[in-house]
């Protein structure tokens, strides 16, 4: 597997800087499921190309697998598929250590996301028609978005068509949100329901050039679960992710990070209530995460949603990693109507429908509120 990161910004030989890999030197790392090699097809002041080549062992795999499928001979190498390949990739990358911009739920808010980027120090590029197709920040950092760039927002194919320029160049990471999973369905030619502001996405779409469109469904299609990066230290997911599943592969890890968990309960509203796991969480990493909308950002025992409800006119939020600033811009309008409201009573007492059984179980458990910039 082979993943190439490449600047333009002079002197761009200051990604091996960045990187901490010499440019003139073939840098390897044993993993448990194989060897990465960091090298640099082109190094010079103008153009700067780093290559992350994973060679996987399929006999250290072995060694790792503990269920076989029956029938399947090949079951120990592919039991896991189709998630296997992207996270064996994911975690050679767990030795990017940043700076990151840790950016929350978009929506198809690309004007939102234009001036975050700005707040943030990015220079966005645009094409002849001036839509923006890239962007690069001076000091070098990596923006990693957290998943649902995509409906419910006024230009769900301008944040695509960003997003998607940004991760090609080698400048932007994205996880899979649970909407790109859907869109990413209906674009195969699966039935899904048509709710939840995918309608929009759609009539979106239509207006695009059919090789546009293709291109979403393999840009989606390419997205993994999770990122475990910094050594570790830092894990973004969509839902989030509990610790015993850091840097794991299968369809339940999948599910947890696209959808996350519930209590088995609805509120007032009819939405499920969401299982509190981040209030259970112990791990040393970073969880950085979307998905439940919330007023403000808030840390709670090592983890943070940035999810603030850009989409129903709160604010598009960011992380800057590892100084653990937030940022954010707010929505220039209310572009879709929340099922639950985003108020702090609304979050207090129905998206986490905690009786007097519940909180005196949860009692003890510390949490830390931060304040949108």
Same mark, same amino acid.
Request: hydrophobic residues 40%.
């Given at each position: 597997? %082979?993943?190439?990161? *490449?600047?333009?910004?002079?002197?761009?030989?200051?990604?091996?800087?960045? $990187?901490? &890999?010499? =440019?003139?030197?073939?840098?390897?790392?044993?993993?448990?499921?194989?060897?990465?090699?960091?090298?640099?097809?082109?190094?010079?002041?103008?153009?700067?190309?780093? !290559?992350?080549? %994973?060679?996987?062992? =399929?006999?250290?795999?072995?060694? &790792?697998?503990?269920?076989?499928? !029956?029938?399947?001979?090949?079951?120990?190498?592919?039991?896991?598929?189709?998630?296997?390949?992207?996270?064996?990739?994911?975690?050679?990358? !767990?030795?990017?250590?940043?700076?990151?911009?840790?950016?929350?739920?978009?929506?198809?808010?690309?004007?939102?996301?234009?001036?975050? $980027?700005? &707040?943030?120090?990015?220079?966005?590029?645009?094409?002849?028609?001036?839509?923006?197709?890239?962007?690069?920040?001076?000091?070098?950092? *990596?923006?990693?978005?957290?998943?649902?760039?995509?409906?419910?927002?006024?230009?769900?194919?301008?944040?695509?068509?960003?997003?998607?320029?940004?991760?090609? !160049?080698?400048?932007?990471?994205?996880?899979?949100?649970?909407?790109?999973? &859907?869109?990413?369905?209906?674009?195969?030619g699966r039935e899904v329901k048509v709710s939840h502001g995918l309608a929009e996405t759609l009539d979106q779409l239509a207006a695009e050039p059919p090789g546009f469109v293709a291109g979403v469904g393999t840009f989606l299609d390419g997205?993994?679960?999770?990122?475990?990066?910094?050594?570790?230290?830092?894990?973004?997911?969509?839902?989030? %992710?509990?610790?015993?599943?850091?840097?794991?592969?299968?369809?339940?890890?999948?599910?947890?990070?696209?959808?996350?968990?519930?209590?088995?309960?609805?509120?007032?509203?009819?939405?499920?209530?969401?299982?509190?796991?981040?209030?259970?969480?112990?791990?040393?990493?970073?969880?950085?995460?979307?998905?439940? =909308?919330?007023?403000?950002?808030?840390?709670?025992?090592? *983890?943070?949603?940035?999810?603030?409800? /850009?989409?129903?006119?709160?604010?598009?939020?960011?992380?800057?990693?590892?100084?653990?600033?937030?940022?954010?811009? =707010?929505? /220039? /309008?209310?572009?879709?109507?929340?099922?639950?409201?985003?108020g702090p009573a609304a979050r207090e007492d129905s998206a986490l429908n905690l009786n007097a059984e519940k909180i005196s179980i949860l009692a003890g458990h510390p949490v830390s509120r931060t304040s949108m910039v």
């Amino acid at each position: 597997m %082979l993943l190439t990161v *490449t600047t333009t910004h002079v002197p761009a030989t200051d990604l091996g800087y960045l $990187l901490v &890999k010499h =440019p003139d030197r073939v840098h390897s790392l044993a993993l448990p499921t194989g060897t990465a090699y960091v090298c640099y097809p082109e190094a010079t002041a103008q153009r700067c190309t780093a !290559a992350l080549l %994973l060679d996987v062992d =399929p006999r250290r795999l072995t060694a &790792k697998t503990r269920r076989v499928v !029956a029938g399947l001979t090949l079951g120990r190498y592919v039991n896991d598929r189709p998630y296997a390949a992207s996270s064996l990739l994911a975690a050679a990358l !767990a030795e990017l250590t940043g700076p990151f911009d840790l950016i929350g739920d978009v929506h198809g808010c690309r004007a939102e996301l234009e001036a975050l $980027l700005a &707040k943030l120090g990015w220079t966005v590029d645009r094409d002849d028609s001036g839509r923006p197709v890239h962007a690069t920040h001076p000091a070098g950092r *990596t923006a990693v978005f957290v998943g649902d760039l995509v409906d419910r927002g006024p230009d769900s194919p301008g944040v695509l068509r960003l997003v998607m320029g940004m991760v090609a !160049a080698g400048t932007a990471l994205c996880v899979s949100g649970n909407h790109e999973q &859907k869109l990413l369905r209906k674009l195969r030619g699966r039935e899904v329901k048509v709710s939840h502001g995918l309608a929009e996405t759609l009539d979106q779409l239509a207006a695009e050039p059919p090789g546009f469109v293709a291109g979403v469904g393999t840009f989606l299609d390419g997205l993994i679960s999770h990122y475990v990066l910094d050594g570790g230290r830092l894990v973004v997911a969509h839902a989030g %992710l509990k610790e015993q599943y850091h840097g794991r592969a299968s369809g339940r890890v999948r599910a947890f990070a696209l959808y996350g968990d519930t209590t088995g309960e609805t509120d007032e509203y009819g939405l499920p209530v969401r299982y509190p796991w981040a209030r259970e969480y112990r791990g040393s990493a970073t969880v950085v995460y979307g998905h439940t =909308p919330t007023p403000t950002a808030e840390w709670v025992n090592n *983890t943070i949603c940035l999810d603030t409800g /850009a989409v129903f006119g709160g604010a598009l939020t960011a992380l800057r990693y590892p100084e653990r600033e937030i940022v954010s811009v =707010p929505a /220039a /309008a209310q572009y879709y109507a929340p099922a639950r409201p985003l108020g702090p009573a609304a979050r207090e007492d129905s998206a986490l429908n905690l009786n007097a059984e519940k909180i005196s179980i949860l009692a003890g458990h510390p949490v830390s509120r931060t304040s949108m910039v």
